[in-house]
Each structure stands twice: as C-alpha cells, then as structure tokens.
C-alpha cells in the first residue's frame, strides 16, 4: 500500500477507478443511466474540477502570496521555478473544466440559456435561474481572469516569458490583483453553487 500511496500518478488512477466502481456499480445495480444519472456524473466532475480549482487559488492567496516576502531571496526560485509553474499548471486546467463541466451541467439540466440571461427569458419569473445564473456569471469571470489575466501574467512574473525586472514586477503585481479578484468573486460564487440545490431542489 505504502509503494501505491508513494506514487501520485498511481494512487489518482485508483482513485478514480474506486469511483468509477461506485458509478457503474450504482448504474448496472439499479439500472440508471438516465439523464438524471448523467447529471449526477456531471455534477461530479464539476464539483471535483472545481475543488482542485479553489482549492489552488486559496493556497495561492492564502499560503503562497503572503509567505513569499518572507522566504530568503535564496530560497525563493525554489518557489519560483518549480512550486508556482506546477500548481498553475493544475490550477488553469482545473479552472477550464470546472467552468466546462458547470456548462454541460446546466445544458443537460435545461436552464443553460434562462441561467446566463440571469431568468430574462423568462421575465424573472423563476427565482432559481436567476440565483444559480448569478453563480456562474460570477465563475465565468474568474476563468476568464485566470486564461486571460493571471496565467499570461504569471508566465511573464516566474521567467517563463522573456522580460526584464520591472515588467516581472508589474506582471506579478497584476497576476496577484486579478488573483485577489478571483478569491473576492470565489465566496459569493460559491453561494449560489452550494445554495442552489437546496433553495431550487
């Protein structure tokens, strides 16, 4: 057991393949692959993309950013080089699928288009279009920011991008604020995420 938990790769296979257990077991045992089923596979994978996602943007916001004025300047290229280029790896892509994975969620649950146009299709009349609509409004944004704004911005702060001290500095003073904007959207987000289901169930 210690040889598979030593090895990430192998223990997020297995992982994955217990779940994958628990899915088909639950679909061939009951006989459901509805698309009640399949709103619940997707619901899944948007909640697993999505805690990887906030889950990164919190250590960055929590751990990382405030602690870096505190490491040694010899010290801090072990951050800078190989931590931080790592986990916006993870942190970028967990974004794209969580923003994907709420998207065919809300299409496979009929409400993609009266979400986005916060219940305007309807004239305001369903309450919960307009509440889980503001929510992912709010998470569209931060993937935006993350794709557009912090991703380019860090590439340009850690080297991976040619560029001299200032524009280094300013680039990391801009992937910080639009972080920080992330994490200012990311509790009011996460409101009309976790809310909606008991509200609107």
């Not at 993309?49 to 943007?57: D, K, Q």
């Not at 010899?74 to 280029?85: H, N, R």
């Not at 369903?126 to 992912?136: A, E, K, T, W």
């Not at 931060?142 to 001299?164: R, S, T």
């Amino acid at each position: 057991m210690a040889g598979l938990l030593s090895n990430l790769r192998n223990t997020v296979i297995v992982s994955f393949v217990l779940a994958l257990i628990i899915i088909v077991g639950y679909a061939m045992h009951y006989g459901s692959t509805d698309a009640i089923f399949l709103q619940a596979v997707f619901r899944w994978l948007h909640v697993l993309f999505g805690i990887m996602w906030i889950g990164l943007l919190y250590y960055f916001n929590f751990v990382q950013i405030p602690t870096m004025p505190k490491i040694p300047a010899e010290l801090k290229p072990g951050v800078s080089k190989y931590i931080a280029p790592e986990a916006l790896f993870w942190f970028r892509w967990a974004a794209l699928f969580t923003w994907v994975m709420g998207v065919i969620l809300a299409f496979n649950r009929g409400y993609l288009v009266e979400a986005f146009t916060l219940g305007a299709t309807e004239g305001f009349k369903v309450p919960q279009h307009s509440f889980i609509g503001l929510g992912m409004w709010l998470a569209t944004i931060m993937f935006i920011n993350v794709w557009a704004f912090i991703w380019p911005a860090q590439k340009i702060a850690l080297g991976l991008v040619e560029a001299d001290a200032d524009a280094k500095a300013a680039a990391a003073r801009k992937a910080m604020l639009f972080s920080r904007t992330n994490t200012l959207l990311s509790i009011p987000m996460l409101v009309t995420m976790t809310m909606n289901q008991t509200l609107f169930a």
